[in-house]
Every structure is written in structure tokens, then in C-alpha cells.
């Protein structure tokens, strides 16, 4: 059962997640921005705007929900992209695009970012 009441969710940490995602995000385009140029790592690349942005655009639509459900739902969607965000950029130092050192703080921000909102997302239900 998700709680009703939509003021459990602190606006701090909304704000918080708010900034941490954008930044997160524009880090994820910086990283875009120089890419190598072929087709995979353009392939690749595309793959990882996408997800890595879109955290940070649904958590945005997560606070401007009009119910608790509302929130939970883009809540999911976060979590879900954030992770395939820590998948892109895998694949991007599994193939040998960008040296895995260089990605290791970005995943790692992805990383901390699915568990601080996969943990929002179980306390909700709760």
C-alpha cells in the first residue's frame, strides 16, 4: 500500500534529488559531448543522454505530482533509468570507449542515486 499522505515526502529531500539528478545529468552530457566519433560510441552514447537525463527530468515530474501515486509511479521510472544509466556506461567502458577509470565517479553517482531513491521508493509503500 502506497501512503497517502503526499507530504511524507520531505520538499529537502525533493530538492536535494532535484539538484543531484540535474547535475548528474549534466555531467552525463558533458561526457557525450566527447565521445569519441563512431558509430558505436555515438550508438552508445545516444543510449546513455537519454536514460541519464531522463532521471533527472521524471524526478522533476515526481515533485510536481498531484498524488502520492503519481510520485511513486515517476519514482519507479527514476530508479529504473538510473540504473540503465549505470548499464550505458558500463557498456561504454566495456568496449574500450572511454578508459573505465574515467567513468568510475559518474557510475558511482549513479550508483548512490538508485539507492537513495529505490530506498524513498520502498519507505512510500510502506
Known amino acids: 500500500m502506497i501512503d497517502t499522505d503526499i507530504a511524507a515526502i520531505s520538499l529537502p529531500f525533493n ?10 545529468a549534466l555531467r552525463i552530457i558533458n561526457l557525450f559531448q566527447h565521445l569519441p566519433r563512431t558509430a558505436e560510441a555515438g550508438i552508445l552514447g545516444k543510449q546513455l543522454v537519454r536514460s541519464g537525463t531522463s532521471v533527472a527530468a521524471n524526478f522533476r515530474a515526481a515533485c510536481r505530482g498531484r498524488s502520492t501515486a503519481e510520485w511513486f509511479s515517476n ?18 567502458g566495456d ?11 559518474l557510475e558511482q553517482e ?3 542515486i538508485v539507492s537513495i531513491l529505490a530506498t524513498a521508493r520502498k519507505k512510500a509503500q510502506k
Open 15 to 24: 530538492e536535494m534529488m532535484r539538484r543531484r539528478t540535474k547535475e548528474a
Open 75 to 92: 519514482l519507479c521510472i527514476c530508479v529504473e533509468e538510473a540504473d540503465e544509466t549505470i548499464f550505458w556506461l558500463e557498456m561504454l
Open 95 to 105: 568496449a574500450a570507449i572511454i578508459p573505465k577509470p574515467r567513468l568510475q565517479q
Open 110 to 112: 549513479y550508483l548512490e
